[in-house]
């Protein structure tokens, strides 16, 4: 192609601007990890509104759905910004299970994130923490 005048070329999928939600057959299956892997989750999320506040209500919807106690949606203000998702468990009988069964799936649908131990958190929970969209 030549000259396309405000068109991109490309040579293959190219996605602009998707925003991260977990919905469908993902949904489900995060349904199903946690149904086989319950433990208490609390979400939170950076800042109010917009793409990471929508992530952090499908990951408590989502949850809920899986039967599994729920806490959140709480905004983190005036935090140092970070991107991706901040998943934390507790270091008193931490949910390795849970924990390790969650990093597949990030992996799977190619979401950012890193994980660290908390000994402030209820034993046995887990933390979601939503940061913005790499």
Known sequence: MEESPGSVQIGGDLNVNTA?????????????????????ITVGVL???????????????????????????YHGI???PFNGIQLKYSSENPPQNTVFSLTQF???????????S????????IYLYIGYKP
Do not use: H, W
């Open 78 to 80: 005036g935090f140092e």
């Open 118 to 125: 908390d000994p402030k958190l209820e034993k046995g929970s």
């Open 20 to 40: 991260r939600r977990i919905k469908g057959k993902y949904a489900n299956k995060l349904i199903q990890t946690l149904k086989d892997n319950p433990c208490t």
């Open 47 to 73: 800042g109010m509104g917009g793409e990471p506040e929508a992530l952090a209500n499908d990951f408590l919807l989502i949850a809920k759905k899986a039967g599994c106690p729920t806490k959140g949606v």
């Open 106 to 116: 990030f992996k799977e649908i190619r979401f950012d994130y890193f994980v660290v």
